[in-house]
């Protein structure tokens, strides 16, 4: 069974509740980090955990949901080793996976349906890096060359 982990804070937990259902529907073995309620909360308090994780290698991907996805965006990618990519359509997650090695799906709950939540995902999961010239492009991110 394929891991992955999941996070959101108050304005993600619904979007982040469906993707739960959505990702375990496709054999996906799903770590939520929280928040579980859509009570105020603070997404540093679940992007930490899951973007610790993902750099410690428990989880190869990781998505994480706000409201815009910046914020959240700006949390996990304070973390060594991990590329976290604000897409709000499939096209920006696969240039995120191709070009950058994105390594967490960062979503704008706000501004996306559960569709399109849904195609943006699967196009995280099922795109490669492609290396080649973007693999010393990514390799200079966590060198600071």
């Given at each position: 069974m394929k891991k992955i982990a999941i996070a959101a804070d108050h304005a993600g937990y619904e979007l982040k509740e469906f993707l739960v259902g959505y990702l375990s529907s496709m054999d996906y073995d799903v770590h939520d980090f929280g928040c579980h309620s859509p009570e105020s909360c603070d997404y540093p308090d679940t992007g930490h955990p899951l973007a610790a994780a993902v750099a410690r290698g428990e989880f190869e991907r990781g998505i994480s949901v706000c409201g815009s996805g910046v914020?959240?965006?700006?949390?996990?990618?304070r973390h060594a080793g991990v590329r976290g990519a604000l897409s709000w359509a499939p096209e920006i997650a696969e240039l995120g996976r191709r070009h950058n090695d994105a390594n967490v799906l960062?979503?704008?709950a706000r501004f996306m349906d559960n569709a399109t939540a849904c195609r943006t995902v699967d196009v995280f999961l099922d795109t490669s890096f492609e290396g080649g010239r973007h693999q010393c492009r990514v390799a200079k991110i966590d060198s600071g060359a």
């Amino acid at each position: 069974m394929k891991k992955i982990a999941i996070a959101a804070d108050h304005a993600g937990y619904e979007l982040k509740e469906f993707l739960v259902g959505y990702l375990s529907s496709m054999d996906y073995d799903v770590h939520d980090f929280g928040c579980h309620s859509p009570e105020s909360c603070d997404y540093p308090d679940t992007g930490h955990p899951l973007a610790a994780a993902v750099a410690r290698g428990e989880f190869e991907r990781g998505i994480s949901v706000c409201g815009s996805g910046v914020g959240i965006s700006i949390v996990v990618n304070r973390h060594a080793g991990v590329r976290g990519a604000l897409s709000w359509a499939p096209e920006i997650a696969e240039l995120g996976r191709r070009h950058n090695d994105a390594n967490v799906l960062c979503l704008p709950a706000r501004f996306m349906d559960n569709a399109t939540a849904c195609r943006t995902v699967d196009v995280f999961l099922d795109t490669s890096f492609e290396g080649g010239r973007h693999q010393c492009r990514v390799a200079k991110i966590d060198s600071g060359a």
